[in-house]
């Protein structure tokens, strides 16, 4: 490990996993009352089969050599999940990414994704890249979230759009659900594309201009394609629900399909119909 973005990623969010683990959850008698929440360093790294002062140094993002066997120790010993555990493996791989090699063109629908899309014509389904630029929507996503054809193309980042437009927090009842599986996307490509300098400066003023963004981004939730059941408060159709399905279509932009499909027990499949054939 070099770059020291990485190192400043990964000191971040070995701190953070450590905060929400208590000694219990980690086979840990409970001891002493806690100044702080979470698991102390020490514990970690006994439970990692480890120096405490090797632990200490990676979580200070120190440039240490790190072995795959010891990191896999330093995972299981903080419960990661397995997209946690790839995040922290792609900030710990000194991988070399040529950022400068990536494509810098917007990428664009193939005619394929776009008929895809198309197609699924009472799922609202929204397109995006590696920094989450919307690319792509459907008429579905369109009637439930808003037209995003009126978002000037440099302002057309979900994330962006999630922490700055009412009509989001309006539409979805359980906010920070919503917004939080879309930073747990979003920091998983942030671990694999972590030297691209835009992530740095988009964080920046992310955190500068929204207390809220901070908030739930230092709490590092990491997923690469998570599956979770929203509940919207929409404007016309009123309650909807909505199971959240992540899809990746592999190639130059890692394009990402984030399907919305109606809750089979629900009515708003029908609700869908009903407004938009009307």
């Known amino acids: 490990m070099h770059h020291p973005t990485r190192l400043q990623?990964?000191?971040?969010?070995?701190?953070?996993?450590?905060?929400?683990?208590?000694?219990?959850?980690?086979?840990?008698?409970?001891?002493?009352?806690r100044r702080t929440p979470g698991l102390r360093r020490e514990e970690v790294a006994q439970l990692a089969g480890v120096s405490s002062t090797w632990y200490t140094w990676l979580e200070q993002g120190r440039d240490i050599q790190v072995s795959a066997?010891?990191?896999?120790?330093?995972?299981?010993?903080?419960?990661?999940?397995?997209?946690?555990?790839?995040?922290v493996f792609a900030l710990a791989a000194d991988t070399g990414l040529n950022v400068a090699k990536l494509a810098t063109d917007d990428p664009q629908?193939?005619?394929?994704?776009?008929?895809?899309?198309?197609?699924l014509r009472y799922c609202p389904v929204i397109v995006s890249d590696r920094r989450c630029q919307i690319v792509g929507w459907n008429a579905a996503a369109a009637y439930v979230f808003m037209n995003f054809g009126d978002i000037p193309d440099d302002e057309?980042?979900?994330?962006?759009?999630?922490f700055t437009r009412r009509e989001f927090r309006?539409?979805?009842?359980?906010?920070?659900?919503?917004?939080?599986g879309f930073l747990a996307m979003f920091r998983s490509y942030y671990g694999q594309y972590v030297e691209d300098e835009w992530y740095e400066q988009f964080?920046?003023?992310?955190?500068?201009?929204?207390?809220?963004f901070r908030r739930l981004w230092e709490q590092g939730q990491v997923s690469a394609a998570p599956e979770v059941l929203l509940e919207f408060r929409h404007a016309k159709a009123r309650k909807m629900l909505f199971q959240l399905t992540s899809l990746e279509a592999r190639g130059s932009g890692d394009l990402r399909c984030?399907?919305?499909?109606?809750?089979?027990?629900?009515?708003?499949?029908?609700?869908?119909?009903?407004?938009m054939d009307a």
């Open 9 to 33: 990623a990964l000191s971040a969010f070995l701190k953070a996993a450590r905060a929400r683990l208590t000694p219990e959850t980690a086979g840990l008698p409970a001891g002493s009352r």
């Open 69 to 87: 066997s010891v990191l896999d120790n330093v995972a299981a010993a903080l419960r990661l999940t397995d997209d946690e555990r790839k995040y």
């Open 109 to 119: 629908l193939t005619p394929s994704l776009r008929k895809i899309i198309d197609e």
């Open 156 to 162: 057309r980042n979900m994330i962006k759009l999630l």
């Open 170 to 180: 309006r539409l979805a009842v359980n906010w920070e659900q919503f917004a939080g």
């Open 203 to 212: 964080l920046s003023g992310m955190k500068s201009a929204h207390p809220d």
């Open 258 to 275: 984030s399907i919305y499909t109606p809750a089979p027990e629900s009515n708003t499949e029908a609700k869908l119909k009903q407004f």
